[in-house]
């Protein structure tokens, strides 16, 4: 079953501009793991964010983690071109080593 | 480090036919690797979890007979899928936790299988 759904399903921006991505979950969880998947590849893990923390910063990425709304956002700061991916949470089930993957929010960034 | 690789990275067979897909760590032991399957603008479903030395677990609704896996050592697992039909079609990933006590998983680049 998908724990994770985020949104909004496809976002559009300009080169330059910001793009915040979301994502709901439904039980609770020990960490939250976002992942980048360009188009017919695999995914490329990008950060995790453990229960106990609020934030975590990556270069251009900060992702924010609200346990009491079962939530988390990804934030992609001055995006780029090469940043147009479909980007999926995924957090473990139950605990064990699986994880459920969100449907994925499919951005695109216009040069 | 932490490489994931797949082969092949696409396949095309004729119904009633067995494909193999290899995924292999490359630079790292995997005790535990995960297979996904994916639709085309869909998000990845878990089909089953592989494991060194013993039996796969299948998630509910995967038909254990359909898609072989075998773990055969700490850097290769391989899905077969037998008697493949067109619904098998689709985009198969697989996936090992990292190396230590990492929670994150690393993939492979995904194998598109087609069958006509």
């Known amino acids: 079953s998908q724990q994770g759904e985020e949104d909004p399903q496809a976002l559009s921006i300009q080169e330059g501009e910001n793009a915040t991505m979301n994502c709901s979950y439904k039980?609770?969880?020990?960490?939250l793991q976002w992942y980048r998947q360009n188009s017919g590849r695999g995914l490329v893990h990008l950060i995790l964010?453990?229960?106990?923390?609020r934030e975590k910063h990556s270069g251009r990425l900060r992702v924010t983690l609200d346990t009491s709304k079962k939530s988390s956002s990804l934030l992609i700061t001055a995006s780029r071109a090469a940043d147009t991916a479909s980007y999926f949470c995924?957090?473990?089930?139950?605990?064990?080593?699986?994880?459920?993957f969100g449907k994925g929010t499919k951005l695109t960034v216009n040069p | 480090g932490a490489v994931v690789s797949q082969h092949p990275s696409w396949v095309i067979c004729k119904s009633g036919t067995s494909v193999k897909i290899e995924c292999r760590s490359l630079?790292?032991?995997?005790?535990?690797m995960f297979w996904y399957r994916q639709f085309p603008k869909q998000s990845l479903m878990l089909m089953a979890t592989?494991?060194?030395?013993?039996?796969?677990?299948?998630e509910q609704g995967v038909e254990k007979d359909k898609f072989l896996i075998n773990h055969a050592s700490l850097t290769l697992s391989t899905l077969t899928v037998t008697s493949a039909h067109p619904e098998d079609s689709s985009f198969y990933i697989c996936?090992?936790?990292?190396?230590?006590?990492?929670?994150?998983?690393?993939f492979g680049p995904g194998t598109r299988l087609t069958v006509t």
């Open positions: 996936s090992a936790r990292g190396p230590g006590q990492a929670y994150e998983q690393y």
């Open positions: 592989s494991n060194e030395g013993s039996k796969a677990t299948y």
């Open positions: 039980t609770s969880i020990n960490n």
């Open positions: 964010i453990r229960s106990n923390e």
């Open positions: 630079d790292f032991q995997a005790t535990t």
């Open positions: 995924a957090t473990p089930q139950g605990g064990s080593e699986k994880l459920v």
